[in-house]
């Protein structure tokens, strides 16, 4: 991790999965001497940081889609608020110390992810995801009041 120091991280079986197959692969292409979880496949060195970037780079290039290594952190953090983690466990995987840069990477999250945690979504077991969208459509179907009408909503 960041800093060099060694922290307990969690992944998903499919990519804990993806980890091992490389780590088996590693073996075969890293040199004795290779510390680092990732090497260069040609020279068996670790792979740096620049290595890292040059890496994306040249995906960047093919794909026609700007990536860096660091939208990855920025979107999986993301994607963890918008799921419900909670910012301290988020933190704790993201290795974030500081709530404020943890809330400085989170900033893009959406805000519809706070539907299922709005009042009503429990009422007659209602799906928050379809109650959510049900009342959106509601709302942009009902023009039968005039704007400033105390009767709408």
Not at 37 to 48: A, D, E, H, Q, R
Not at 54 to 78: M, Q, T, W
Not at 112 to 139: Q, T, Y
Request: overall charge positive.
């Amino acid at each position: 991790t960041k800093g060099g120091a060694w922290e307990e991280k969690r992944f998903t079986p499919p990519v804990a999965e993806i980890l091992k197959r490389w780590i088996r692969l590693r073996k075969r292409i890293a040199e004795p001497d290779c510390r680092t979880l990732f090497c260069n496949t040609i020279t068996g060195k670790p792979l740096t940081r620049d290595g890292l970037r040059a890496n994306f780079y040249r995906l960047s290039e093919r794909s026609g889609i700007k990536v860096s290594p660091h939208d990855f952190r920025r979107g999986g953090a993301c994607y963890a608020a918008e799921k419900g983690c909670p910012d301290r466990i988020g933190m704790m995987q993201g290795g974030w110390k500081d709530h404020r840069q943890y809330q400085h990477y989170t900033r893009s999250a959406e805000l519809k992810a706070v539907e299922k945690w709005l009042p009503g979504n429990d009422i007659n077991g209602a799906d928050p995801v379809a109650a959510g969208s049900a009342f959106r459509e509601c709302e942009l179907m009902d023009d039968s009041a005039p704007r400033g009408d105390p009767g709408r909503t």
